[in-house]
Structures are given as C-alpha cells and as structure tokens.
C-alpha cells in the first residue's frame, strides 16, 4: 500500500501542480522510482506468500 501511495500520489502531485502552474514541486518525481520500487516490491512478496501457502 505504501508503494502505491507513493507512486501515484507522486504522479498525480505532479500533474496537478503542473496543472496549476506551480513547478515548485518538482521534487516529488524524485519519489515516483522509490514507490514504484516499493510496489513491485509488494507484488513479489504477496507471490511469495501465495505460495508458500500452498
């Protein structure tokens, strides 16, 4: 859950600042790897459970 909040919550930051006119948050699409890292991350692990349960 942490990895799809930090990538897409930095995605839409980005765009909706852009949006607006405010490029002061530029810093945020240093984020978007971390989340994105953090979500595949997630996906192997839920992998790894599944079949460890079986």
Known sequence: MVG???FSGSLYTLTYM???GNT??????A???????F????????GIGVKKSN
């Open 39 to 46: 979500l595949i991350l997630g996906w192997i692990l839920l």
């Open 18 to 20: 852009a949006y607006l």
């Open 31 to 37: 984020i978007t790897p971390i989340g994105g890292l």
């Open 4 to 6: 799809i909040a930090l």
């Open 24 to 29: 002061n948050f530029s810093w945020v699409g």
